[in-house]
């Protein structure tokens, strides 16, 4: 077998599709088109509103599929499959087990019926490496000011900002659980979600840490003087 081909992968940094874009929009004054509202109030309380954010969609990060044996530790369970403490195996991989965006779930995030457990024999190379991808990003960091002029000189005003982290508060998922434990007696599964709960194999366990790009939603409220 060529080793060098199935340890050939993906970099765990690469993000093939990455979009992002930013945005400032001056909100037309109500003011300008309304009569009843062209005065002085109405053109500080209409007036003055912009709108600005940056919007971000990443794929996730390629990951490897691994496997642990019920009741065996690591190094019996290479020694009964590998013959060699220093060998692990991989999982066989059936068919592609990176399910269509249509069908993931946050239980199910890829097909873990596209796996099984190694031969004994097998030298630990029977899959690639990096061979499915994790959850990815969607993110729309959001804010809105509002300037309110004080003073005859333009450049001198009040400014009341509102941003949003997450605007959408959109589920960005961290993690995925990618190892399965498998019954050596049987060589079934036994950590799928609907068997231990929500954090067996094949499925998002972690939200994004709070500070990160699209952790859960952030709301902050500030006022800035310009004089």
């Known amino acids: ?33 309304n009569s ?33 044996l019920t009741g065996i530790g690591a190094q019996e369970r290479n020694r009964r499959i590998t013959g060699s403490e220093d060998f692990a195996p991989r999982l066989v991989l059936t068919c592609n ?19 099984a457990p190694g031969l004994k024999g097998s030298i630990g190379n029977d899959s690639g490496v990096d061979t499915v991808r994790g959850p990815g990003l969607n993110n729309w960091d959001i804010s809105i000011f509002k300037k309110f002029n004080y003073g005859e000189s333009a450049e001198r005003y009040i400014q009341l ?12 998922w961290a993690t995925m659980n990618s190892t399965a434990q498998i019954n050596p007696n049987t060589g079934q599964i036994v950590n799928l979600p609907s068997a231990v709960g929500r954090d067996g194999f094949g ?10 790009p699209g952790s859960p939603r952030i709301i902050q409220l500030a006022a800035k003087v310009y004089f």
């Open 161 to 172: 900002r509102l941003e949003m982290y997450n605007a959408f508060n959109h589920t960005n």
């Open 97 to 115: 087990p990176n399910l269509p965006r249509s069908e993931r779930t946050t239980l199910a995030f890829i097909d873990t019926k596209c796996v």
């Open 1 to 33: 077998m060529n080793t060098r081909t199935v340890n050939y992968g993906l970099l765990s940094l690469d993000r093939s599709r990455s979009l992002a874009f930013n945005y400032i929009y001056d909100i037309p004054s109500l003011a300008r088109t």
């Open 36 to 68: 009843f509202l062209d005065n002085s109030l109405g053109r500080q309380i209409f007036g003055g509103w912009q709108l600005s954010g940056v919007s971000s969609f990443t794929v996730g990060a390629p990951l490897t599929l691994g496997y642990s």
């Open 203 to 212: 499925a998002l366990t972690a939200v994004r840490a709070t500070g990160l």
